[in-house]
């Protein structure tokens, strides 16, 4: 069986039944439709190479050889005459070549084996499913099996279904198995859905499988949507029901929509209906959202109608924003109309801002502007920022939080394209009672591509406290690339600012220079700023060198930055020597801090040394004050697992 995109059913089952993983798109990906090829492709895509059988593996000479037309083929110009020379190889190999072909590409690591490994296994698999599945449960890199697992299962179960599901159930797990299992579901479904169905409510070895019945339903319905409805309903209570007769009314209703509306009709009220309703409201919302639309107003109020809505307006809003927001206008109140309003305005702030701002200024229902006002800033910065901060600037000021969140969504767009001429823009702001938070964002912008420049700019505004704010702030981007620089200029600020821009740069500062961000924190005054920027020295210096970091930490006066430093070192050192950590966390000051990180660590520790966990938890709670109950109940469990005498 030649590499083939899936159908448009099983591509869709397996994007809603599994993880997308690396085998899908490296296995399939390579093989989508395209169009047709020119007469020079097609001159081109003759066989990369003509495959001889063997009676035995074959030499090392022949590998390469055939690894070098694999890849050639690959890479032959023009995407449909590349997918036909490799397919052409692949399906020329007999097992031994495609094994021996595996191996070497396994082998030896690099960018091709995306593409080449999970065909060769699918290749492998087709002919010899038992030696591909045996030879890749004895591979040691779990990404490694999780990259083959789909391409070998898929192939195995287009052959033998039964046997590919009784060989998955029995795989060892600690691999990514979701798209294997997936596939082999949809692949044995398409070929016997009553066998598969009974396949998987027969399999008790504790594999995701059963969670996909609903797939099969799904291939049922596609095949015989009149059996299948009546099978589904045979099904017990529970999500599982739900989700099949979901997956078969929405089916149905792609084949014979009169039908299956008629089928989910018939249904008594309950879950059942609702799902086969939903099903149906779903396919209706792909092709004629207006007719789902006005089909779900008519729907009680409920969780279910607000999910259907919400599906059936984002898909008019794509196709018709103006046509929703004219019949929303017309038809709809309440939530509904709040529903339908914010699906067009969010797809219109995308295609047509200047029209979507003066939609806005008409509206007058502050329920969509307070959220749709700042979410057009976003969108139209994204497309024309000069624009987009004109406009919000020119917003009124009789909601200002409204109106300054339009301005810094508008002030974000400017700054990722012209960080300098944002700043600008906000130097003629001086006025505006958002200046000072508008300006701090200018300078962070600014400062992480020229923070000497964006540190100039801060020391030109005129003297304000938005002023020493963005100073604050420029000197921090500074101090990432001249510490010494910031950390002097930071000295010179008023007594009632310095702390915190000293604060502030000793945090950036640790980042790439912690001990020497740690030698200058004696030059803050105790209180929040200093116990931030102690923290942050720990943090950074832990991740780099946490002995040197502890032996630092050992130094510092009780106190709560002690404790904030303390904390930073127990939780990097805590599985790797939780002993340590354990005697390093009951000397914090702070008796809530302390008690939690306590508890935390027995927690962790119980599950590596139960013993010495057990012996901890106990001196713990008979030494600290201020446990909670709940922190003294999970101590004396972790006590009472002890196995000593």
Do not use: C
Request: hydrophobic share 45%.
């Amino acid at each position: 069986m030649p590499f083939v995109a899936p159908s448009r059913h099983r591509k869709a089952a397996l994007f809603q039944l599994a993880v997308l993983g690396t085998a899908f798109a490296a296995g399939w990906a390579w093989a989508v439709h395209a169009p047709g090829p020119t007469p020079t492709e097609t001159k081109k895509s003759a066989r990369a190479a003509v495959i001889v059988k063997h009676t035995g593996p074959p030499t090392a000479a022949e590998v390469a050889r055939l690894k070098a037309e694999f890849l050639r083929a690959q890479h032959l110009p023009g995407r449909f005459a590349s997918q036909r020379a490799t397919m052409d190889f692949v399906e020329g190999l007999d097992a031994e070549t495609a094994k021996a072909l595996l191996q070497d590409f396994a082998a030896r690591p690099g960018a091709s084996n995306a593409n080449s490994l999970p065909m060769l296994a699918y290749r492998w698999a087709e002919l010899e499913p038992e030696g591909a599945l045996t030879w890749m449960q004895t591979l040691k890199d779990p990404k490694l099996k999780s990259m083959l697992v789909s391409s070998i299962f898929d192939a195995y179960s287009s052959n033998d279904p039964a046997a590919a599901l009784d060989a998955l159930t029995k795989l060892h797990v600690g691999f990514n198995t979701g798209m294997a299992e997936a596939g082999v579901v949809i692949n044995f479904a398409q070929q016997d859905p009553r066998a598969a169905l009974a396949a998987l409510k027969g399999e008790t070895s504790g594999s995701n499988t059963q969670n996909y019945v609903f797939a099969v339903y799904e291939q049922w319905a596609a095949q015989d949507p009149v059996t299948a409805s009546a099978e589904v309903l045979k099904e017990p209570d529970g999500f599982s029901r739900a989700m099949s007769v979901q997956s078969v009314a929405q089916t149905w209703d792609e084949l014979d929509p009169v039908a299956a509306k008629a089928w989910a009709e018939s249904l008594p009220d309950g879950d059942s209906k609702d799902a086969a309703m939903k099903g149906i409201i779903w396919t209706l919302s792909e092709m004629d959202p207006p007719a789902a639309v006005a089909n779900i107003t008519t729907m009680p109020n409920g969780p279910l109608r607000d999910l259907n809505l919400r599906r059936a307006t984002e898909n008019w809003a794509q196709q018709d924003p103006a046509g929703l927001l004219a019949y929303a206008d017309k038809n709809l109140t309440g939530t509904s109309y709040n529903t339908a309003v914010n699906s067009a305005l969010g797809q219109m702030s995308d295609t047509d801002p200047v029209g979507t701002a003066a939609y806005l200024a008409q509206l007058g229902d502050a329920n969509i502007t307070n959220s749709a006002i700042p979410a057009l800033a976003a969108a139209w910065a994204q497309q024309d920022p000069p624009a987009a901060m004109a406009w919000a600037q020119s917003l009124p000021t009789d909601n200002m939080a409204v109106r300054n969140s339009a301005i810094s969504k508008a002030l974000s767009g400017l700054s990722n394209t012209d960080p300098a001429g944002a700043a600008a823009v906000v130097g003629t702001m001086s006025a505006d009672p958002a200046f000072g938070n508008l300006a701090t964002q200018a300078v962070n912008s600014w400062g992480a591509v020229d923070p000497q420049a964006a540190y100039k700019w801060a020391e030109s505004l005129p003297a304000s406290e938005a002023q020493t704010g963005a100073v604050t702030a420029a000197l921090a981007q500074l101090a990432k690339v001249d510490p010494q620089t910031a950390w002097d200029a930071a000295q010179q600020l008023p007594e009632s600012n310095r702390t915190d821009a000293l604060g502030k740069v000793i945090g950036s500062w640790a980042v790439a220079q912690p001990a020497q961000a740690a030698a200058a924190l004696p030059s803050l005054s105790a209180g929040t700023e200093t116990n931030t920027a102690t923290t942050a020295v720990a943090k950074n210096w832990v991740a780099q060198d946490p002995q040197a970091a502890g032996q630092w930490i050992g130094t510092l006066p009780q106190g709560d930055a002690r404790d904030g430093a303390v904390v930073q070192l127990v939780t990097a050192v805590g599985k790797s020597d939780p002993a340590a950590a354990f005697n390093l966390a009951v000397t914090i000051g702070q008796a809530t801090t302390r008690n939690t990180q306590v508890v935390n660590l027995a927690k962790q520790w119980a599950a590596s040394n139960p013993d010495a966990a057990a012996t901890a938890a106990q001196n713990a709670m008979d030494n600290l004050t201020g446990l909670t109950r709940a922190q003294r109940t999970t101590l004396q469990n972790i006590a009472n697992k002890s196995t000593k005498p």
